[in-house]
């Protein structure tokens, strides 16, 4: 088999690996801070009150935790 190595060998990783290994070190790190910045977005820009904010956050705990 090309590309394989054997189970007891330490190879180098592909390069496919590494590209989904990046890109899903950018999403997590993109949606962490995303997850942090949206209470700020939304009272500051969007004027949002306490209710609406509690209501958003309560919607995304729900479904992350789902």
Do not use: N, Y
């Not at 899903?24 to 790190?29: F, I, P, Q, V």
């Not at 004027?47 to 609406?52: I, K, Q, R």
């Amino acid at each position: 088999m090309h590309g394989s190595k054997a189970a007891g060998g330490i190879g180098r990783l592909p390069r496919t690996v590494w590209v989904l290994g990046c890109v899903s070190l950018l999403m997590d790190t993109s949606s962490e801070a995303i997850h942090s910045l949206l209470p700020v977005f939304l009272v500051s820009v969007l004027g949002a009150g306490a209710l609406a904010l509690g209501l958003v956050e309560g919607v995304a705990e729900a479904t992350a935790a789902a």
